[in-house]
């Protein structure tokens, strides 16, 4: 299991290492889960940068890619996420973050949320599939607002 202050610490890590990525994103089951979140459940982060180099340097670079955090990259002009490093079967994975049939129509909707869509099958193995709307929550940088809140309210 990874806890919390693991996962911040990777977070600092991260960005002290890749001053080019300027936000961080996350997403998946630790922000949408339905229910009690599963102790094995992994962290789902999007990073985004203004180098598009930095994909190749964190394919490069063994100490983030860590057990139990999923890490997906985007580049400047770059309309998708790619994990710098490939799954055990040899798979690169990669998410479309457009529109366009595959992706997942990625929005941002504050300075600290943003909403995205993935289709699920109505009926397990039906054809027909329905949008099912989710969020992200920005992490980094933490806003100016989220930071005075937190030390008003500890």
């Not at 991260?14 to 949408?32: D, E, H, M, Q, T």
């Not at 710098?84 to 949320?113: C, F, H, M, R």
Request: proline share 8%.
């Amino acid at each position: 299991m990874v806890c919390v202050v693991m996962t911040q610490e990777y977070i600092d890590r991260l960005v002290l290492a890749y001053p080019s990525i300027k936000k961080i994103w996350l997403f998946g089951s630790r922000v949408n889960g339905n229910g009690p979140i599963k102790p094995d459940s992994d962290w789902d982060y999007l990073a985004f940068g203004d180098d598009a180099r930095v994909l190749n340097d964190l394919h490069n670079d063994p100490e983030f890619n860590a057990t139990g955090i999923d890490l997906m990259f985007v580049g400047p002009g770059i309309d998708e996420a790619i994990k710098p490093w490939p799954e055990p079967d040899k798979y690169w994975k990669k998410l479309g973050l457009g529109a366009a049939p595959g992706g997942i129509n990625w929005q941002v909707i504050s300075d600290t949320e943003a909403q995205y869509i993935v289709h699920r099958d109505r009926t397990p193995g039906s054809f027909e599939t329905v949008p099912r709307y989710l969020k992200a929550e920005l992490i980094y940088p933490k806003s100016l607002r989220l930071s005075l809140g937190a030390r008003r309210n500890p």
